[in-house]
């Protein structure tokens, strides 16, 4: 397991800004309205050849009242990365000056026995000793003044969060792991979903739509593989994100969506399938990720023995761009089949991945257009010369022809039926390049 360094505070205290600026991303929302960091988040740093992992929390409010659901599950979370980190980054406001809460949180940490840096943000004048003094009361031996927003001093706190680090762990070499980014429409159980794969609350869990604003990244392993789930905020209609915070969410997603291997597109049982879910498919669809179709709350629906069919059909009708995916039937709540999730993921990922000898795809590429032959347009006739793969992820296909132009769409189409019928491709796109064979035209 790397270090792991978690970074905790009050509200509103520039915890995210740090964090964006040690990783050296814009991977934590910043805003100035307390509370937008609601899960952790984590991030993985480099500093001078040795490497850690990094924790975004939720601002601690330590007298935070039961009835506030999501101030008590952000406590948790907080908690939660305490306890699981090696070192803390207890963040406090310069300009501010200490407050009622901070020593409260100082409490709690001495209390954890943890090894902590009291990181003094928003000082932008270091000769302060009103400041000095002030911050050295809390009886933490490390103290360093800090302007995240900046960029002053980071390098120091970088210096002595690495001094801590005995064995870094750095290993050169590259370390296969398959990402997974769990996508839909807000409420339809993704971070539910997250943490019924993971086994632990990882995640926020609500009935408050929108509750997951940032894209969420867990790591685990199954027989030995590696994978990275990355849960996301729902994905909104412009017309319907009344703040900034939310726009900024749906660029989480979709960047998702752009670094992952594996789409899991959750839908509602209890729900018709909305345009909005045709449309986050389809970012996965154009974006070529592997989709698996997770279909929750399936504990919720009366069926018979023709239920999960009749559902299929509606499925494989609304989305009809995306038939090569599986389908699950799930309950996140129960736990219902989430296993084979699992397994979904690692075939999909075989096909993602999957690479055709030459020879063979010539021979399958041969007998299809003995079968049928390629179109003729105003008396000229396609000629396939040979087909070769040049990529995977998703498997990509060049074809050599006498004239791109007479590549018509409906003969990719058949030709694409072809290799799935062949090799399979289940949950992966598959791309048709046609290439003019040189000296044609």
């Known amino acids: 397991m790397s270090f792991t360094v978690a970074i905790v505070g009050r509200p509103n205290v520039g915890k995210s800004t740090l964090f964006n600026r040690i990783i050296g991303k814009r991977i934590s929302i910043v805003d100035d309205k307390p509370g937008v960091t609601r899960d952790r988040i984590y991030g993985e740093a480099e500093w001078n050849g040795k490497r850690f992992t990094l924790i975004d929390t939720g601002g601690i409010e330590p007298t935070v009242k039961e009835k506030d659901i999501i101030l008590n599950k952000i406590k948790q979370q907080v908690d939660f990365a305490i306890d699981n980190s090696d070192l803390i980054l207890f963040v406090t406001d310069g ?48 103290v360093i003044f800090v302007s995240a927003i900046h960029g002053l001093a980071t390098g120091d706190l970088l210096d002595k969060i690495t001094s801590y680090i005995i ?74 994100m009344s703040e900034d915070v939310e726009y900024y969410s749906m660029l989480r997603a979709l960047s998702a969506v752009e670094r992952a291997d594996v789409a899991l597109l959750v839908l509602d049982a209890t729900e018709d399938i909305s345009e909005q879910d045709k449309r986050i498919a389809g970012i996965a669809h154009e974006a070529g990720k592997a989709i698996i179709i997770v279909v929750n709350k399936w504990d919720l629906v009366e069926k018979d023995s023709y239920t999960a069919d009749e559902f299929s059909k509606k499925i494989r009708d609304e989305l009809n761009f995306i038939k090569y995916a599986p389908i699950v039937y799930i309950s996140a709540k129960t736990g219902q089949r989430v296993g084979q999730i699992l397994e979904l993921i690692n075939r999909v990922m075989e096909n993602y991945t999957l690479r055709i000898k030459t020879s063979v795809l010539n021979e399958v590429i041969r007998e299809a257009t003995a ?47 072809v290799l799935r019928k062949a090799f399979g491709f289940e949950g992966t796109p598959i791309v048709i390049k046609p290439k003019q064979r040189k000296g044609e035209s």
């Open 371 to 417: 079968v049928t032959e390629p179109p003729s347009i105003k008396g000229k006739k396609l000629k396939l010369y040979y087909a070769s793969q040049v990529a995977v992820k998703p498997p990509t296909f060049c074809f050599f022809v006498n004239d791109i132009n007479l590549f018509h769409f409906s003969y990719e189409r058949y030709l694409e039926n």
């Open 95 to 142: 300009k501010d000056g200490l407050t009622s809460t901070d020593l409260d949180i100082a409490d709690i940490l001495r209390k954890s026995g943890k090894t902590v840096i009291l990181v003094v943000n928003k000082v932008d004048n270091f000769d302060s000793t009103k400041i000095d003094n002030e911050f050295y009361k809390l009886g933490f031996d490390d």
């Open 167 to 240: 064995d870094s762990g750095l290993d050169n070499g590259e370390e296969e792991i398959v990402k997974v980014a769990v996508i839909g429409r807000p409420n339809v159980g993704k971070s539910s979903l997250v943490n019924a794969i993971l086994g632990e609350e990882r995640v926020i869990v609500s009935d408050v739509p929108g509750t997951t604003r940032d894209a969420i990244d867990s790591y685990l392993e199954v027989d030995g593989k590696k994978m990275l789930l990355i849960d996301t905020a729902g994905l909104k209609r412009k017309s319907k």
